[in-house]
T-cell receptor, first 114, second 112 residues
Framework: DAGITQSPRHKVTETGTPVTLRCHQT?????MYWYRQDPGHGLRLIHY???????DKGEVSDGYSVSRSKTEDFLLTLESATSSQTSVYFC?????????????FGPGTRLTVT | QKEVEQNSGPLSVPEGAIASLNCTYS??????FFWYRQYSGKSPELIMF????GDKEDGRFTAQLNKASQYVSLLIRDSQPSDSATYLC????????????FGAGTRLTVKP
């Protein structure tokens, strides 16, 4: 998984509780991404980061926030989890720059909101 | 119209045959194109990328890009049962190579 870890790998939480997922990389890549994957929708970008403290929204950012205080860590927070946020969440990294847009994925976190 | 479309399958081919997977995209500004393989319960794995019109070969895999027709395809020659997986097409939105849009994937089964 290209030096990418995600924690936790599985989580069950209740509606209305805050949840934070962590992505950690050892590749020193500039770009980091959070996706969710749902049946019938494929992978959808939530947020991405292009450097420390630099983030931007993706296709499905509502209800999610992110932070990146160090190159190696990218956090995804669900401020108040809802059942519609039950999904598999993947972190990805890419080196960036010319011809380096390939993204490599972490192992995923399965989140269930009851 | 979805930004990236793939036939969901399942596509079934016999072992040793050529598997052909297709993907169409809507944004004419897209410059790079990616194919990922995802085994059940696992994370997507990058297998091919292509930036220029034409064919790009890597082992048993060939990616074909036709920007005028806005499609990209993946051919798998000499298909093996281990190729059975879901194949995802990914296309960045316009010139922002970070805003990646994925197709829903085509499930391929290679039968021994």
């Amino acid at each position: 998984d290209a030096g990418i870890t995600q924690s936790p790998r599985h989580k069950v939480t209740e509606t209305g509780t805050p949840v934070t997922l962590r992505c950690h990389q050892t590749e020193n890549h500039r770009y980091m991404y959070w996706y969710r994957q749902d049946p019938g929708h494929g992978l959808r970008l939530i947020h991405y980061s292009y450097g420390v403290k630099d983030t931007d929204k993706g296709e499905v950012s509502d209800g999610y926030s992110v932070s990146r205080s160090k190159t190696e860590d990218f956090l995804l927070t669900l401020e108040s989890a809802t059942s519609s946020q039950t999904s598999v969440y993947f972190c990805a990294i890419s080196e960036g720059g010319r011809s380096s847009y390939e993204q490599y994925f972490g192992p995923g976190t399965r989140l269930t909101v009851t | 119209q979805k930004e990236v479309e793939q036939n969901s399958g399942p596509l079934s081919v016999p072992e040793g045959a050529i598997a052909s997977l297709n993907c169409t995209y809507s944004d004419r500004g897209s410059q790079s194109f990616f194919w990922y393989r995802q085994y059940s319960g696992k994370s997507p794995e990058l297998i091919m990328f292509i930036y220029s019109n034409g064919d790009k070969e890597d082992g048993r895999f060939t990616a074909q890009l036709n920007k005028a027709s806005q499609y990209v395809s993946l051919l798998i020659r000499d298909s093996q049962p281990s190729d059975s997986a879901t194949y995802l097409c990914a296309v960045p939105r316009g010139y922002n190579n970070n805003d990646m849009r994925f197709g829903a994937g085509t499930r391929l089964t290679v039968k021994p």
